[in-house]
């Protein structure tokens, strides 16, 4: 397992991925003080993102979008959680 | 508009069970709009998506005896003692009203109540400042057409404490090009530069509500159902380690 860890400051927020990398496929958690509503949005999208290949971003961001424009955001945008996860894989493949 | 004042300030774990209660219970109808005005002994309080040992350092908190508790609202973690007062705003509203209710309407009944003592600003949406300082934390969450907004009033909390106890990120810190958590934050009494009586903060709050959702306020006590939800939501989720430490969804406590 390898792990890769980024922190992305959004307008408001902290947005915090922490991506695993098993074998091949991805997990996500995102951590900070970020809001977003419904809150458990985030959950879903760890989910979502769960077992995608790492090396298909197209996917990834796919999941991510279609994931949070179900979800309000407050202070931040979706590219916004898409950069933390991106910046997030690319430290682990450094 | 009801009025709670409704503490427990040595066990936050409870206390925070009880604001999750009061919050369903109005989702489901069966209470009025409620303002709740609350304090916290000494307790770091995480948000929603926080995960304790990315925010708190554990050893102070041990130390000073530090509580740690998640609540079940987004935003940042915050340090409380019985210098800060917290209040929170849970109503009926505007139906899809979203984050603007929040933070365009609702948030304006603390602001005008911190405006009858201070040169108050909000600034980065919802930010309060007062002479350049953060005086106040708020979160919030909406499901249809309920909201809830709650927030801190820092009076006479120790900063030095705050600052020991909580991390703060780097990259937050180059952001807002500051070089400690307490430079930008501080007390209002110490923003002022003399003290106020809380109970004329917690009148002018009562009142500014009371105006702002044009509803007469009246002092009540906690319903037999709140109370046995908050209990129930204390045992199952707000004592557990799991909850406060781990960022489990709350799906996981039912």
Redesign the interface.
């Known amino acids: 397992m390898r792990i890769g860890i980024y922190?992305?400051?959004a307008?408001?927020?902290?947005i915090?991925a922490t991506v695993k990398v098993y074998d091949d496929t991805i997990e996500v958690?995102?951590?900070?003080?970020?809001?977003?509503?419904?809150?458990?949005m985030?959950?879903q999208l760890e989910n979502n993102l769960k077992g995608l290949k790492v090396s298909d971003r197209e996917a990834i961001s796919r999941v991510v979008e279609d994931t949070l424009s179900k979800a309000?955001l407050?202070?931040c945008e979706v590219g916004d959680f898409k950069t933390a996860i991106f910046k997030a894989l690319d430290e682990v493949s450094r | 508009m009801r009025v709670l004042f409704y503490e427990i300030d040595n066990n936050p774990y409870y206390s925070l069970a009880f604001e999750e209660s009061m919050w369903r219970n109005l989702t489901e109808g069966k209470v009025d709009n409620t303002l709740r005005i609350w304090r916290h002994k000494s307790v770091v309080i995480l948000g929603y998506f926080q995960v304790a040992e990315e925010e708190v350092n554990f050893d102070v908190a041990r130390d000073y005896k530090v509580d740690i508790v998640r609540r079940f609202t987004g935003g940042g973690a915050v340090y409380q003692d019985l210098g800060c007062l917290v209040w929170s705003i849970a109503v009926k509203g505007k139906k899809d009203g979203g984050v603007e209710y929040l933070y365009d309407f609702l948030l304006k009944g603390f602001v005008n109540a911190l405006k009858r003592f201070a040169d108050v600003k909000v600034e980065n949406i919802n930010d309060v400042v007062v002479n350049n300082r953060k005086v106040s934390g708020t979160s919030a969450t909406f499901k249809g057409e309920y909201y809830l907004l709650h927030g801190t009033l820092l009076l006479d909390t120790d900063l030095e404490l705050m600052s020991r106890v909580l991390k703060v990120s780097s990259v937050k810190l180059k952001d807002k090009g500051v070089s400690e958590v307490k430079y930008r934050v501080t007390n209002l009494y110490e923003a002022l530069g003399r003290k106020v009586s809380t109970s004329e903060i917690i009148d002018a709050i009562i009142q500014e509500y009371s105006k702002l959702l044009g509803e007469r306020a009246y002092y009540d006590v906690p319903t037999k159902e709140e109370i046995e939800l908050a209990e129930r939501l204390y045992e199952k989720k707000y004592s557990k380690p799991e909850w406060n430490l781990l960022r489990l969804p709350s799906s996981y406590f039912v």
Request: hydrophobic share 35%.
């Open positions: 922190e992305h400051k307008k408001k927020g902290l915090r958690k995102i951590t900070g003080d970020f809001m977003i509503f419904p809150e458990d985030i959950f309000s407050f202070g």
